[in-house]
């Protein structure tokens, strides 16, 4: 089993900045990408962010020179710090790790950015 456990978000002004977390625990051998995914109101999930193992990364063309995704190998950690932060950004951010074929996805932090 894995868990991914996701921290971070939180209340922000339009022009300020979050940093996310995301931790995988559990049975973990070797992950091949992990990602953020955000889901606005009345919206479809759609992809942030995302690194591969190997360290390439994949930007939104929205958020390209904002955010940034990082991670912690030895740590299963994926971080997304969000920079100059639009309203449009508001959602529920969600990580996704993939491993052995199979997509694990958290619980979902709130990200709510006011104008």
């Known amino acids: 089993q894995v868990q991914v456990v996701e921290s971070g978000g939180g209340f922000v002004q339009a022009g300020g900045s979050l940093r996310l977390s995301c931790a995988a625990s559990g049975t973990i051998f070797s992950i091949n990408a992990m990602g953020w995914y955000r889901q606005a109101p009345g919206k479809q999930r759609e992809l942030v962010a995302a690194i591969t193992s190997g360290g390439s990364t994949n930007y939104q063309d929205s958020v390209k020179g904002r955010f940034t995704i990082s991670k912690h190998h030895a740590k299963n950690t994926v971080y997304l710090q969000m920079n100059s932060l639009k309203p449009e950004d508001t959602g529920v951010y969600y990580c996704?790790?993939?491993?052995?074929?199979?997509?694990?996805w958290g619980q979902g932090t709130q990200v709510t950015v006011s104008s």
């Open positions: 996704k790790v993939s491993l052995r074929g199979y997509d694990y």
